[in-house]
């Protein structure tokens, strides 16, 4: 009999790895969240991003959402060191070249707005920045996941990433979650915020 599909939004914090098996005395997800073992994470966010990540033991989430072709939007926040300029911004709308493990690749246009300080929880450990330089804060969203990609991103256009939460995939927001909260959805609930076929 086939096992019940299983939903959920989990609000990573900085410094877990997004899995459930430990490696390199690193925390991981088993230290933040108690899920039945056949549940697993939708795609990654390095070690020090935080926000939304999806859990679910439904394969069809996995291969609809980490299809570049279906142009699924992820939502991200970005505080980055300098203050953005309007070059920067059009660079990252345009698309950029960033270097990945397997070679140089031009990021999709995306979109991306300077915006003031957001309200979000504070970070464990606190970010460490280059205080003459100042921070700013960035909207961007893509319809990729390449490996490390905003921080590759910003540090392309000249401003590194110092903090990086990721607040939505498609219309589902991390809403009142706060980092290491898990919120469990139903189906019909999940596929539809998601825009899933």
Not at 15 to 40: A, I, M
Not at 70 to 92: D, F, P, T
Not at 113 to 121: A, D, R, V, Y
Request: proline content about 8%.
């Amino acid at each position: 009999m086939a096992k019940p599909k299983k939903y959920y939004v989990l609000y990573k914090p900085a410094g877990y790895l997004s899995q459930f098996s430990p490696e390199h005395g690193k925390k991981c997800l088993s230290d933040l969240v108690d899920v039945p073992k056949d549940v697993y994470p939708v795609g990654r966010l390095d070690e020090m991003s935080e926000g939304m990540l999806l859990l679910t033991n439904d394969k069809n989430v996995n291969q609809q959402l980490l299809d570049p072709t279906n142009n699924h939007e992820r939502s991200y926040l970005v505080q980055v060191e300098g203050q953005l300029n309007k070059k920067a911004i059009k660079q990252l709308k345009e698309g950029v070249e960033i270097t990945l493990p397997d070679g140089q690749y031009t990021t999709k246009p995306a979109k991306a707005q300077k915006t003031g300080n957001p309200k979000l929880p504070d970070r464990e450990p606190p970010v460490s920045f280059d205080k003459s330089k100042g921070v700013s804060w960035l909207k961007l969203v893509l319809t990729e996941g390449k490996n490390r990609q905003v921080r590759r991103m910003t540090a392309a256009v000249g401003f590194p990433t110092v903090r990086l939460v990721r607040t939505g995939i498609e219309n589902l927001d991390l809403g009142p979650l706060n980092p290491g909260e898990l919120q469990k959805l139903d189906r019909p609930t999940f596929y539809d915020k998601l825009n899933l076929l």
